[in-house]
């Protein structure tokens, strides 16, 4: 069955500490992972995507990894600052049968950067 | 360039009414997808059109339905709301069928069914 883990479900860090989220996914065949940034009341925002080659992506102070091999990545966020208090997903885009492109979504991680 | 744009941004509803959602996608995509979030579920996926057509179609009961215009605008509608069904409703847009890149969504339009 075609999942993805997000771990923790939620965080409490102080600013200017830097924290890192998991993604875990059994999605196959794989096709691309994104990250998203998604603030309370609003749609999420694309950080970064990572097709199978790629194992590193940078977006500011946000790094995703990717290891296609155990299925893992990683958002690593440095330096927190209050605005980054938001949920993360990390979604997983796998090729059907069709051809078509399905996205399979984590249930997010909930970041919350304290003074 | 114009994001997606969503409305209304908020709504409140009795039971047993229905809704009709608007999205607006990014000019020049093709397709639109609509997405239900609640705190308990995530992201669930609704269903894609592309081009007037639906592609792909999410476990949600017949009384979720949309439609897509041939300007790519997209509607979703919601029958004989129940209480269950508030949620923040998403669309996002893209070029390509189901978005593998330029994946775009809305702020959504909150429903709030009492």
């Known amino acids: 069955k075609n999942q993805v883990e997000q771990s923790p479900q939620s965080l409490i860090i102080l600013e200017g500490k830097n924290c890192t989220l998991q993604c875990n996914y059994t999605v196959s065949p794989f096709s691309n992972l994104r990250w998203y940034k998604q603030d309370t009341g609003r749609g999420p925002v694309s950080l970064t995507i990572?097709?199978?080659?790629?194992n590193t992506k940078s977006n500011g102070r946000y790094t995703a990894t990717l290891d296609a091999d155990t299925k893992q990545s990683s958002l690593h966020i440095t330096a927190s600052q209050l605005s980054d208090s938001a949920s993360y997903i990390c979604v997983v885009s796998f090729t059907q049968p069709d051809s078509s492109y399905k996205l399979i979504f984590g249930s997010g991680t909930r970041l919350l950067v304290r003074p | 360039k114009a994001g997606v744009t969503q409305t209304p941004r908020y709504l409140i509803k009795t039971r047993g009414q229905q809704v009709t959602l608007s999205c607006s996608p990014i000019s020049g995509h093709r397709s639109v997808s609509w997405y239900q979030q609640t705190p308990g579920q995530g992201l669930q996926f609704l269903f894609e059109y592309f081009s007037e057509t639906q592609r792909n179609k999410g476990n949600f009961p017949g009384r979720f339905s949309g439609r897509q215009f041939s300007n790519s605008r997209s509607e979703m509608n919601v029958s004989t709301l129940e209480l269950g069904d508030s949620a923040l409703y998403l669309c996002a847009s893209s070029y390509l069928t189901r978005g593998d890149y330029g994946y775009t969504f809305g702020s959504g339009t909150r429903l709030t069914v009492v």
């Open positions: 990572m097709t199978f080659s790629e």
